[in-house]
């Protein structure tokens, strides 16, 4: 079946931009985790939904990173004023529940100028 | 806060030879599950193995093994017979099943190269 899907795959913007980036967790998960990756750097915990509400979001760094899940599917994570320390990969992950395990999808390299 | 160090940033194997890979972690929790991911570079992450910390026995997948010792905090992972498209980049992750979040606590990474 199929996995979890993000898009865009690559995204360049400019200093001080708006982004949005895009999950389609694989259906039927009701957790979904979106991770953020530095260069060099194993992947940090951003936020946890468990359905449509944020279960745990004190990894987000500020208040310029914000991430919605309305109908607990797809998730937009979202970025504002973008500033060149934002650029890493961010990778979305979803399971079905606590003990079980997390499947990622191939992120999206956000880039910015 | 539980962390996970992976003391290795680059390891090189021998085609068909073996390899281990290092990993630590630091917790008071007794319930929790470690993780060993691959990550080639098409970037998604990829389950390799993972140890409920309740279960004695070492856990295997064909050809990758760990041993973990719980009172030492230490997980690695070993790939036998070693084959070119073992190459990328592992990720150690620790995950405590309660408190909320369930969220995967990851390393800094150990880059694997499989040599001819």
């Known amino acids: 079946g199929a996995g979890v899907s993000q898009t865009p795959s690559n995204k360049v913007t400019e200093k001080g931009k708006y982004v949005e980036l895009r999950c389609d967790p694989i259906?039927?998960?009701?957790?979904l985790y979106w991770y953020r990756q530095s260069l060099g750097q194993g992947p940090e915990f951003l936020i946890y939904f468990q359905g449509t509400g944020a279960a745990d979001d004190s990894g987000l760094p500020n208040d310029r990173f914000f991430a919605v899940r309305p109908e607990g599917s797809v998730s937009t994570l979202k970025i504002q004023r973008t500033e060149r320390g934002d650029s890493a990969v961010y990778l979305c992950a979803s399971s079905t529940g606590v003990r079980s395990p997390l499947h990622f999808g191939n992120g999206t390299r956000l880039t910015v100028t | 806060a539980q962390t996970v160090t992976q003391s290795q940033p680059e390891m090189s194997v021998q085609e068909a030879e073996t390899v281990t890979l290092s990993c630590t972690y630091d917790t008071s929790e007794s319930d929790y599950y470690l993780f060993w991911y691959k990550q080639p570079p098409s970037r998604q992450m990829i389950l390799v193995i993972r140890?409920?910390?309740?279960?004695?026995q070492n856990a295997t997948e064909n050809r990758f093994s760990v041993n973990f010792q719980k009172a030492a905090k230490s997980f690695s992972l070993k790939i036998s017979d070693s084959q070119l498209g073992d190459a990328a980049m592992y990720f150690c992750a620790y995950r405590q099943p309660q408190g909320g979040s369930e969220k995967l606590v990851f390393g800094k990474g150990t880059k694997l190269t499989v040599n001819p």
């Open positions: 140890q409920e910390a309740y279960k004695q």
């Open positions: 259906s039927g998960h009701t957790a």
